[in-house]
């Protein structure tokens, strides 16, 4: 079991940045696939992006391509998600997940297959 706490959410003008963090619990870190999902007010939770286990794969939501870097420290046991350029439509709560693969170079882009997720931190930008 890993547990998931997202830090780094706030208030940010558009055109703004910032970096959301992910820290897990648990040894095992190393063996997850890591994402990041988001929900705005009235819509689904939707993919943002995720990592691979080696930190050598990743993918990313065509709404965020070329301004949102996700990126993951296994000493560290953190992912982060480094976002730029942000604009109002970016405005959600932004969650973290993970979920146990054995593949190092895999990763996923559906909530359904992650098994673990963290409470959320609130991304709001002002236009």
């Known amino acids: 079991q890993v547990q998931l706490v997202e830090s780094g959410g706030g208030l940010v003008p558009a055109g703004g940045s910032l970096r959301l963090s992910c820290a897990a619990s648990?040894?095992?870190?190393?063996?997850?696939?890591m994402g990041w999902f988001r929900r705005a007010p009235g819509k689904e939770r939707e993919f943002v992006a995720a990592?691979?286990?080696?930190?050598?794969?990743?993918d990313y939501a065509d709404s965020v391509k070329g301004r949102f870097t996700i990126s993951r420290d296994n000493a560290k046991i953190t992912v982060y998600l480094q976002m730029s350029s942000l604009k109002p439509d970016d405005t959600a709560v932004y969650y973290c997940?993970?979920?146990?693969?054995?593949?190092?170079?895999?990763?996923?882009?559906?909530?359904?297959?992650?098994?673990?997720w963290g409470q959320g931190t609130q991304v709001t930008v002002s236009s």
């Open positions: 997940a993970a979920k146990v693969t054995d593949s190092s170079s895999y990763y996923f882009t559906s909530r359904s297959d992650y098994d673990y």
């Open positions: 990592i691979s286990r080696s930190g050598t794969a990743a």
């Open positions: 648990g040894r095992t870190f190393g063996s997850y696939v």
